[in-house]
């Protein structure tokens, strides 16, 4: 009778043990099936984002041909003496697409300081001894200097940021006065390598020794980065108060930023047939041709920016594309890229 009672109870052992093993192994198989519809899930998702940007991508190529067609009848019908009343300038455009839509807006993007003419090594700056024309006695990096001191930096705080944006671009590693070259990148907590090349974004700043996010924020609508080592003309028939920091560094701080926000603010609808009338408002014509920067002046834009954003299924992707106009009046794409932060 024993014997029968342990063989009964070790048989509802096996039976319980087994029924444990089972759910255990339905358990086990439960959390794998809800693993692996999870990953389904989000490798289909992952795909649907690829196929997305790879779309967007395909609709970037295409904005940017009907901007060239656009610029195009603009060079035609303006030979580039683009005014701020130019139709077509700074006009949002939004049109429908297959699963989303697209905006955009063509800008001009000449009245801005060019970040890479920093890069000039400084042995090639005028020196002031020879004979120069009237834009090649601009020094980038006086102008500069200049630029943010309008925006509220002290003058050697302001020697110090543009020594270490300027060996930031610059090709070689030859330390600037006040300068920020690879040595001092690499000892930082989060080490970094200086980029020693032109920046194809004014973001690139943010990495930059002394460039904080509150400076960049007011300094970004000032500045650019073409691909050349150029300050720029700024269009003065496109120029409103809020370049007066440029226009500033153009008069060599000659005129005060509150009295240059006051001629900007004048211009309403004027437009100037050239820099030389533009020169005779009273403020601006107490300044002597030699304590101005004259060549940085014009009335013509020949770079223009396309930027905008993509929404297509569940992505939006913000684009810009750079744009130059020759003199020939041909439009030449100079970069464009998915995602925008100038």
Not at 109 to 115: H, V
Not at 134 to 156: C, F, H, I, K, R
Not at 161 to 170: I, R
Not at 240 to 268: C, S, T, W
Request: some cysteine; overall charge negative.
């Amino acid at each position: 009778m024993t014997h029968g009672n342990s063989e009964r109870q070790s048989q509802e052992s096996e039976r319980g043990a087994a029924l444990l093993i089972v759910l255990l192994m339905i358990a086990t198989l439960s959390v794998l099936s809800v693993s692996i519809v999870q990953i389904v899930l989000v490798s289909k998702r992952s795909m649907q984002l690829s196929d997305a940007k790879g779309q967007s991508n395909w609709y970037v190529l295409g904005i940017e041909e009907l901007a060239k067609v656009k610029l195009s009848e603009l060079w035609e019908l303006t030979q580039g003496q683009v005014t701020r009343y130019t139709p077509g300038l700074d006009i949002p455009i939004s049109f429908p697409i297959d699963g989303g839509n697209i905006s955009a807006r063509i800008q001009d993007r000449s009245n801005c300081f060019n970040l890479n003419s920093l890069s000039r090594p400084e042995s090639n700056l005028p020196t002031g001894n020879e004979e120069v024309s009237a834009n090649s006695e601009a020094v980038p990096t006086e102008v500069y200097v200049d630029l943010l001191e309008a925006l509220g930096v002290g003058p050697q705080e302001a020697i110090r940021l543009m020594s270490t944006a300027a060996d930031w671009v610059d090709a070689d590693s030859q330390l600037r006065a006040q300068g920020a070259e690879a040595g001092y990148y690499a000892s930082l907590r989060k080490p970094r390598s200086v980029a020693n090349t032109f920046m194809v974004s004014p973001q690139e700043l943010l990495d930059v020794s002394g460039y904080t996010p509150e400076l960049y924020r007011v300094l970004a609508p000032l500045v650019c980065a073409k691909p050349d080592d150029t300050i720029g003309v700024f269009n003065v028939n496109t120029m409103d108060e809020r370049h007066a920091p440029l226009m500033y560094a153009v008069f060599k701080g000659l005129i005060n930023v509150e009295g240059m926000i006051g001629v900007m603010d004048q211009q309403g609808d004027l437009e100037h047939p050239d820099v030389e009338t533009f020169l005779e408002q009273p403020t601006l014509a107490q300044i002597s041709s030699e304590e101005r920067l004259t060549g940085l002046l014009g009335t013509t834009s020949k770079h223009f920016r396309v930027r905008g954003e993509i929404a297509y299924l569940d992505a939006v992707s913000s684009y810009e594309a750079l744009f130059e106009i020759e003199d020939t009046g041909k439009v030449r794409l100079l970069r464009h890229r998915l995602g925008v932060d100038e």
